[in-house]
């Protein structure tokens, strides 16, 4: 088991020395793009798509709604400069 992994370390490093510092950084790039990208997935994916529960409410309607909301356990978001409520689609 030991021989193999070692097999493998000296193969990837043998690859990695032969490489051109072009390649090399191409290389680097292009694995850093795969990783940001399976990230920036995974972040937009989970974000849960909000739809406005009430719109054009007044400071105080809103207010009252979120209260109500938040002790339900609710996510929501004020938007509209507080005249629209939105939840979870």
Same mark, same amino acid.
């Not at 072009?22 to 972040?43: D, E, N, P, R």
């Not at 105080?60 to 979870?88: C, F, H, N, W, Y």
């Given at each position: 088991?030991?021989?193999?992994?070692?097999?493998?370390?000296?193969?990837?490093?043998?690859?990695?020395?032969?490489? &051109?510092?072009?390649? !090399?950084? %191409?290389?680097? /790039?292009?694995?850093?793009?795969?990783?940001?990208?399976?990230?920036?997935?995974? *972040?937009?994916?989970?974000?849960?798509?909000?739809?406005?529960?009430?719109?054009?409410?007044?400071?105080?309607? &809103?207010?009252?709604? !979120?209260? %109500?909301?938040? /002790?339900?356990?609710?996510?929501?978001?004020?938007?509209?400069?507080?005249?629209? *409520?939105?939840?979870?689609?």
């Amino acid at each position: 088991m030991k021989e193999t992994v070692q097999k493998y370390i000296h193969t990837m490093k043998d690859f990695w020395l032969g490489r &051109t510092r072009k390649q !090399k950084i %191409s290389i680097l /790039a292009s694995i850093f793009f795969v990783f940001a990208v399976a990230g920036l997935t995974a *972040i937009f994916s989970t974000k849960p798509s909000l739809v406005p529960l009430y719109s054009n409410l007044t400071p105080a309607e &809103t207010g009252t709604i !979120k209260q %109500s909301l938040d /002790a339900r356990g609710i996510k929501s978001e004020i938007t509209d400069d507080g005249k629209t *409520i939105m939840v979870p689609e």
